[in-house]
């Protein structure tokens, strides 16, 4: 079963424009993660909030979580067209496995 | 330093057929993980090895699926026999131990059944 489901499924924005994903949790977590899949690649370590953490910042991404509504949004501030990715929250709750969402399908146009 | 290496990238079998996948993780790397990616969603853990032994493979289908980790270090994926819906992507990863937070991820192998 998927730990979190990702809103929007899809998102397309212009090159300078921030962008905003979701993602909601069913189960308690230690931490939640981001990942980002390129086209035909592996997944990519983005960044990790701990469970008693509420933001946290990495370069252009901003990662809140909120975890009396389960829930979680990745920010990437000024997108540039190699943002263009799938992006996947991975929740770790006590049995030490992560869990992936449906992902979100990020296009940042030119 | 080197990443999580897969084999091959492609396969294309029909129903009933076996195949085999291999990772050669990160090394000193001593957890390694399998995930099976079908199409349109997240990845799926089906086995987690911790060196040689398995951790967790809860989620890997028995009947026709087995995984191997001989001297803790590379990895082999069977599926035998498959079936049409093992079409996916499968996905190695490693961490230095379980407990540590990030997973490296290999490319991938993408599986299609005829």
């Known amino acids: 079963s998927q730990q979190g489901e990702e809103d929007p499924q899809a998102l397309s924005i212009q090159e300078g424009e921030n962008a905003t994903m979701n993602c909601s949790y069913k189960?308690?977590?230690?931490?939640l993660q981001w990942y980002r899949q390129n086209s035909g690649r592996g997944l990519v370590h983005l960044i990790l909030i701990r469970s008693n953490e509420r933001e946290k910042h990495s370069g252009r991404l901003r990662v809140t979580l909120d975890t009396s509504k389960k829930s979680s949004s990745l920010l990437i501030t000024a997108s540039r067209a190699a943002d263009t990715a799938s992006y996947f929250c991975?929740?770790?709750?006590?049995?030490?496995?992560?869990?992936f969402g449906s992902g979100t399908q990020l296009t940042v146009l030119p | 330093e080197a990443g999580v290496a897969q084999s091959p990238r492609y396969k294309i079998i029909e129903k009933r057929q076996s195949v085999a996948f291999w990772c050669n993780p990160i090394s000193g790397h001593a957890t390694l993980y399998w995930y099976q990616q079908i199409l349109g969603q997240g990845p799926k853990l089906l086995i987690q090895?911790?060196?040689?032994?398995?951790?967790?493979d809860s989620q890997l289908p028995k009947d026709r699926f087995s995984a191997e980790r001989l001297k803790g270090v590379d990895s082999t994926l069977k599926i035998q026999p498959a079936k049409l819906e093992d079409s996916a992507v499968y996905l190695c990863?490693?961490?230095?131990?379980?407990?540590?937070?990030?997973?490296?991820f290999g490319p991938g192998t993408r599986l299609l059944v005829l």
């Open positions: 090895f911790q060196n040689n032994g398995v951790v967790d």
């Open positions: 990863a490693s961490s230095i131990e379980a407990i540590q937070e990030t997973q490296y």
């Open positions: 189960t308690s977590i230690n931490n």
């Open positions: 991975a929740g770790r709750g006590s049995a030490r496995q992560l869990t």
